[in-house]
């Protein structure tokens, strides 16, 4: 049974730094995709950032220069680390693990119970 378990969320002031972790169990976490996607209140899920596993990385272009996505293979587990939060950060953010070969959509795998950020301005 995939799990994966977000934490590190919480409320922190417009400027301010937050890292989310991400520890998955029950995938061979070598051969998957994984990725932070975010959804605020009244918006669809997006993605933030994602790693492959040799830590390639793609981030979208609204938090380029902010965020930095890493993975730890030996402890099976991601981190998003965010720097210069804004309002407009506020959502509750979603692991997701998907393997290699069904990358193309990330609802063929697996999805955390989310964490959520609140940045107060």
């Known amino acids: 049974q995939v799990q994966l378990a977000e934490s590190g969320g919480g409320l922190v002031q417009a400027g301010g730094s937050l890292r989310l972790s991400c520890a998955a169990s029950g995938i061979i976490f070598s051969d998957n995709l994984m990725s932070w996607y975010r959804q605020a209140p009244g918006k669809q899920r997006e993605l933030v950032a994602r790693i492959t596993p040799g830590a390639s990385t793609d981030y979208a272009e609204f938090v380029k220069g902010r965020f930095t996505i890493s993975r730890d293979n030996g402890k099976s587990t991601i981190y998003l680390q965010m720097n210069s939060l804004k309002p407009e950060d506020t959502a509750v953010y979603y692991c997701?693990?998907?393997?290699?070969?069904?990358?193309?959509?990330?609802?063929?795998?697996?999805w955390g119970q989310g964490t959520q950020v609140t940045v107060s301005s």
């Open positions: 997701n693990a998907v393997h290699l070969r069904l990358a193309r959509d990330p609802n063929l795998g697996s």
